[in-house]
């Protein structure tokens, strides 16, 4: 399995962004999604995941109702659309697969892990 993280940037407390993975690989789409991220000097923390099929997510307390996380099963992509972004969510993301296709929040449950996009949100 592979993941390929692309739509980071630099954007302005407020603004909206939308990241995106390609996965591939043997039945990625039986393949739990998801993102973390992580900041300097702090530990890698659980942001979204999405099932195999699209139909249950989850979401860090921090990002809800903000974040929104979906998948294009036809296309091997996951996408994370970011809302009303602020400072605090200036982080390095990651997205990971997991085959048990379950939504799981636990990083050392995800088997893969892409190479991660820089996101940074000035005030």
């Known amino acids: 399995v592979q993941l390929q993280a692309s739509g980071g940037g630099l954007v302005r407390a407020g603004d909206s962004l939308k990241l995106s993975c390609a996965a591939s690989g043997d039945d990625i789409n039986a393949h739990t999604l998801g993102w973390f991220r992580q900041a300097p000097g702090k530990e890698r923390e659980f942001v979204a995941a999405?099932?195999?099929?699209?139909?249950?997510?989850a979401y860090g307390d921090s990002v809800k109702a903000r974040f929104t996380i979906f998948r294009v099963n036809d296309n091997n992509t996951v996408f994370l659309q970011m809302n009303s972004l602020k400072p605090e969510d200036t982080a390095v993301y990651y997205c990971a697969a997991d085959r048990s296709g379950l939504v799981t929040t636990r990083a050392r449950l995800y088997e893969y892990w892409g190479q991660g996009t820089q996101v940074t949100v000035s005030s």
């Open positions: 999405v099932n195999w099929l699209g139909s249950d997510t």
